[in-house]
Each structure stands twice: as C-alpha cells, then as structure tokens.
C-alpha cells in the first residue's frame, strides 16, 4: 500500500519568513492534494497536483510534484498568522485508477507562525 | 448548503458502550469516507462507500460498523466502545474530482 512521509513534523516560524514542507511517497503519485486544517475544524482542499513536474500557486502558497512524481514540496512565501494550522498531504489509495473516495494522508506538519 | 455536517461534535464514552456518528451531506456526492485522525498519523480510512447500498473497509476498520441506505446519510457505529477509539473522526464525501469535502469533526473520548 502507497505511504506519505511528511517533514517536518512540526514547524515554528516568525512572520513573514519563507517556509517549506515535503510530502515523499513510497510508490509513484497518481495525484497529491495538499490540505489545511485549522485546530478544531475540518479539512480545506488547497490544490492538487498530477503531472510529473507539475506547479501551482494559490496566493502564497506554491505546491510542486517532482518530475519522478514520488515528492511533493508546498512553500510557503512571507508566512503570516492566518497560515498557522496542520498541513496535509493526501494521494488516492487506489495507485494509478479513480480514487473512489479512498485517500491515503500524510501524518501531518503543524504550522506555528509567531507574529 | 449545509455541506457534510457531522453530529455529534464531542461524545464521551465509557468502555462497551455503543453509539452512532452522524454523517450527512447535501451535495449528491457518490463517494462517502470515515476516517479517524490522531496524534502524529495524519487520516486514516476506516469505511468507505461508493454509493447507496456499497460499502467496503478501510484500513482500520475494527471496531467499526457503517451502512449506507441513502446517497445523503453514512452513519458510523462503535459497537463497544475502547479506549483505542479514543480520536477525532471525520467524514467526508468526493465526486470524480480530487476535491473531498470534510465534515467538521467528532471529538470521541472512550473513558
């Protein structure tokens, strides 16, 4: 079955420093899709990665899959408070076919930003 | 839209007794997932369902009852309930698309 490591574990930063969190899969990806979670509430989809070298953005977050597709980099530009929650990475269980609702999550990365 | 909306919020417990989380959403979405999240293992699938009337295990799924007799509702059941249990449990619900949408959690304390 396909494993996600994420690191690091854990992160403290102050305000407005750069940051950056690596999601690597035990087997070849056949999507990554980052989240957020703020303590106490659901997970937020942030973006989804599928191509082999493959980057987007979503304001000052920029989330990359390497082109061996079994590593995933999200970093994040001039951190601010509102970015503080858990990190997570999440691929389908189901290697290389439709997910059909099955993910398979990283442990996650918990993100302080100090003001 | 309401979304996926999970009841209730928090529950405590005590050792073999029963209860059922709620899961409801309003999206029509086909695929239904429970997961549990605890402390430095991220999300992990207990049952899942790919619709009304089918339903497989995850891979935690002892312990753990689900059904699935409407699109909307997916309800999770501890038969007898363990300390182990102890975890936030989450639902969540996909389509096609890699976008799952996630209820706002059931803090679960097995005393």
Same mark, same amino acid.
């Given at each position: ?73 999200? #970093? ?6 509102? #970015? ?15 997910? !059909? ?9 918990i993100l302080t930003v100090h003001p | 839209n309401a979304g996926v909306t999970q009841t209730p919020k928090f529950q ?16 029509? #979405? ?16 207990? #049952? ?40 936030? !449990? ?22």
């Amino acid at each position: 079955s396909q494993e996600l490591e994420q690191s690091p574990q854990s992160l403290i930063v102050q305000e407005g420093k750069n940051l950056t969190i690596n999601c690597t899969s035990s087997k070849t990806l056949y999507g990554l899709y980052w989240y957020k979670q703020k303590y106490g509430e659901g997970l937020i989809f942030l973006m989804m990665l599928q191509k082999g070298g493959e980057e987007k953005s979503h304001e000052k977050i920029t989330a990359k899959l390497d082109e061996k597709k079994q590593q995933s980099s999200l #970093h994040i530009t001039a951190s601010q408070p509102s #970015h503080a929650g858990i990190y997570l990475c999440g691929a389908p269980t189901n290697t290389g076919g439709t997910s !059909y609702g099955k993910l398979t999550f990283g442990q996650g990365t918990i993100l302080t930003v100090h003001p | 839209n309401a979304g996926v909306t999970q009841t209730p919020k928090f529950q405590v417990l005590k050792t073999g007794q029963s209860m059922t989380l709620q899961c409801a959403q309003d999206m029509n #979405h086909e695929y239904m997932s429970w997961y549990r999240q605890d402390p430095g293992m991220g999300l992990r699938l207990i #049952h899942y369902s790919v619709g009304a009337g089918i339903t497989d295990q995850g891979e935690v799924p002892n312990g753990y009852n689900v059904s699935r007799s409407t699109t909307e509702d997916f309800p999770l059941r501890l038969l007898s309930a363990a300390p182990s249990q102890t975890s936030v !449990y989450f639902c969540a619900t996909m389509k096609q698309g890699p976008e799952a949408f996630f209820g706002q959690g059931t803090r679960l304390t097995v005393v």
